[in-house]
């Protein structure tokens, strides 16, 4: 009949028109979803397109500039140790917007982008303990700092071991500030840190130091009766332009206990005690 034809003509036309809903519902939940799969595909950029997002972005440009020229030897591979201006320049460069790309994109097939990633890599500042080189020194200071047991322990070893920091002698005084130092938690991840940032130069300084004169055994300081005679007139040595002060009452440990990050102080991270290399 003429109605039944209508109502079976309707009922088409009411399916349809849901399985078109139905489409639309799939689009708009995969057009919600876009974002979210865009955001993992740009997870790694390839480095060419990070470095375009750097010149785009005045800030991570000028940084960017400043780093070449900072870090030329390292990255032509002619220099193998970090220089502080070089350290200070990749800081720079990580905190801007576009900049950490830079240190985690992906080379590809580029054999000069990887060679430049692998000669300026040990520059680094490591700053997380889930890095390859472990927690790097300036934020185990930082945690040390915190904690007032770690923080008496790291003013009295700035006291005791200013002949060690100036490639004289390590004595029995800075040697039992360091075997205190080890007991501590915090001490302990002064212990492993890797040297990074602006103090990464001076902390090495420290670390070579403290493997030529002191004597580190795997379960602390191992006590040398030959090597623990103390000068009673070590103090009254001239000091040379490169030595630095770091007495009780000295500008420097001073400046410990203030808080304030002056160039003496880039000395004071602990730098592999135990030297594991």
Known sequence: SPGGAKLIQGAKVSGEFLK??????????????LPWVLVALDAQLICWQALLRCHNEPECELAYNQYMTACEGNIKGTRKQCPSHC???L???NHTR???????CDCAQDLDCLNAKRAIEPCLPRRHPKDAGGIGCMEARQRCEEDSNCHTSLTAYLSYCGQLFNGRKCSSKCKATIQQML????GMLLNRCICDGVERPFCEVVKENMSKLCSIGDHGVVSDPTKDYEDPYEYDYPKNDKEVDF????????SLSRGVASPALCLVPLPHLRLFY
């Open 20 to 33: 078109e809903l139905h489409c639309m519902k799939c689009w708009c939940s995969a057009l919600a979803l």
């Open 87 to 89: 350290i200070s320049a």
């Open 91 to 93: 800081i720079r460069l």
């Open 98 to 104: 576009s900049g950490p790309d830079l240190e985690t």
């Open 183 to 186: 007991f501590i938690p915090n």
């Open 247 to 254: 007495s009780e009452n000295s500008s420097a440990s001073q």
